[in-house]
């Protein structure tokens, strides 16, 4: 079944504890994307990866780094997490970063800060 | 500032009633795109509409893009409870490297 697997799906740590959120997609796509949903603002899109060893910052990519060393893989670390980084966490997908090519979401990651 | 701004940001309504959701941007984007979340879901793509003035339809939903692609609309007709859900907007630009997503429309139809 083609799909974006995201893990965990909750997480909670504290203040400065390093952590990795994992993105897996099983469709080939070149292009993949994290973005973070909060209440009132929509999705806004963290850093973006047009293909292996191509990524770049999107809307809001302090506090947050990704790498793409495989192209079925992108993960998203925080450092050093900080409690305004709480939020609904989302991996994309899609064929090509061109019009009529459709994002492929996973089930999200709700992070925890405290 | 969100670069789209969708209305109304709530909606309740009873099964069988139309609505119209709103999606208004003073920039221009290649193509725009509808999606609907549901809870503990990532959002789905319903539609991609490419052309200005373009209108596609899906069973009861309409879609329209607006002929200066900076807007859209959805209209549903006789809404029913399964589409209850967050509508979401989400504009390309023609970088074709950034999605940028309105703040979305929560839609509740009761029975």
């Known amino acids: 079944e083609a799909q974006v697997t995201q893990n965990p799906r909750y997480l909670i740590t504290v203040t400065g504890k390093k952590l990795t959120v994992t993105c897996s997609q099983n469709m080939n796509h070149e292009y993949m994307s994290w973005y973070r949903q909060d209440p009132g603002l929509g999705l806004r899109q963290i850093y973006y990866?047009?293909?292996?060893?191509?990524?770049d910052k999107g809307d809001v990519p302090e506090g947050y780094k990704v790498s793409r060393k495989e192209k079925r893989n992108f993960p998203l670390i925080l450092e050093s997490p900080s409690p305004n980084q709480t939020s609904l966490y989302f991996c994309?997908?899609?064929?090509?970063?061109?019009?009529?090519?459709?994002?492929?979401f996973g089930n999200g990651t709700r992070l925890t800060v405290t | 500032t969100q670069l789209l701004e969708q209305s109304p940001q709530f909606l309740s309504i009873q099964e069988g009633e139309n609505l119209t959701v709103y999606c208004n941007s003073s920039?221009?984007?290649?193509?725009l795109q509808w999606y609907r979340q549901e809870p503990g879901e990532g959002p789905v793509l319903l539609v991609t509409?490419?052309?200005?003035?373009e209108v596609k339809k899906l069973k009861r939903l309409t879609f329209q893009f607006g002929d200066a692609r900076k807007d859209s609309s959805l209209h549903i007709t006789a809404a029913q409870p399964g589409d209850t859900g967050l509508y979401l907007c989400?504009?390309?630009?023609?970088?074709?490297?950034?999605?940028?997503f309105g703040s979305g429309t929560k839609l509740n139809v009761k029975p």
């Open positions: 989400a504009g390309e630009g023609y970088n074709f490297n950034k999605f940028y």
């Open positions: 920039s221009v984007f290649s193509s």
């Open positions: 509409v490419v052309t200005g003035g």
């Open positions: 990866s047009m293909n292996v060893e191509v990524t």
């Open positions: 994309a997908s899609s064929f090509q970063s061109s019009y009529n090519s459709p994002l492929h």
